[in-house]
């Protein structure tokens, strides 16, 4: 029973909060002729400027840990949009009247929202072709997003946001 518990609790505590992406790309496009990328030079994200250095700095960061960063004459270029979208809280508290009587039951009940709704980010990573400019490999990463939090808070998100994006690169055909 109590492995039952801690298994439960676990798997609450994994589940929730972590950003989630969604790859889609080119099926004919030959994915092992790419083997670098930079950063679209006009890129426009929708961000704070200082949220934008920030989410350059962790797809910096990214593409050099795994060998893809090439600022002068890359194969891809990255560009970055942002779209900010708010959900209501789903911690809810029930609430319920019921009554009996001689074979008849009656009963109201409703939710009571907890907190005020969440806010969330979706950013959307798209590499397109320099040489053809055609879109070839895409990511779309959703996640919680506190613009209030402290800004090594925002670093911090901005790097798992971008490791999940590119978790996905080059794609597993």
């Not at 004459?73 to 209501?88: I, M, R």
């Not at 009247?97 to 074979?103: F, H």
Request: charged share 25%; net charge negative.
């Amino acid at each position: 029973m109590k492995l039952l518990k801690i298994s439960l609790f676990c798997l609450m505590i994994f589940s929730c909060g972590g950003p989630q992406a969604v790859y889609d790309y080119d099926e004919q496009a030959d994915f092992n002729t790419y083997s670098s990328i930079a950063i679209y030079p006009e890129i426009q994200t929708g961000l704070s400027e200082l949220d934008e250095r920030r989410l350059i700095s962790s797809v910096e960061n990214s593409l050099e840990t795994h060998d893809l960063i090439a600022p002068n004459s890359p194969d891809l270029y990255l560009n970055v949009y942002t779209e900010q979208y708010q959900e209501p809280s789903r911690t809810n508290v029930g609430v319920g009247i019921g009554g009996t009587g001689r074979n008849v039951g009656v009963g109201v009940s409703g939710g009571i929202p907890l907190g005020g709704p969440e806010t969330f980010l979706r950013l959307t990573f798209d590499l397109v072709d320099v040489r053809t400019d055609e879109l070839v490999w895409q990511a779309v990463v959703d996640s919680k997003f506190d613009f209030n939090a402290a800004p090594r808070e925002r670093q911090q998100r901005f790097n798992k946001i971008v490791e999940e994006a590119l978790e996905g690169y080059p794609p597993k055909t």
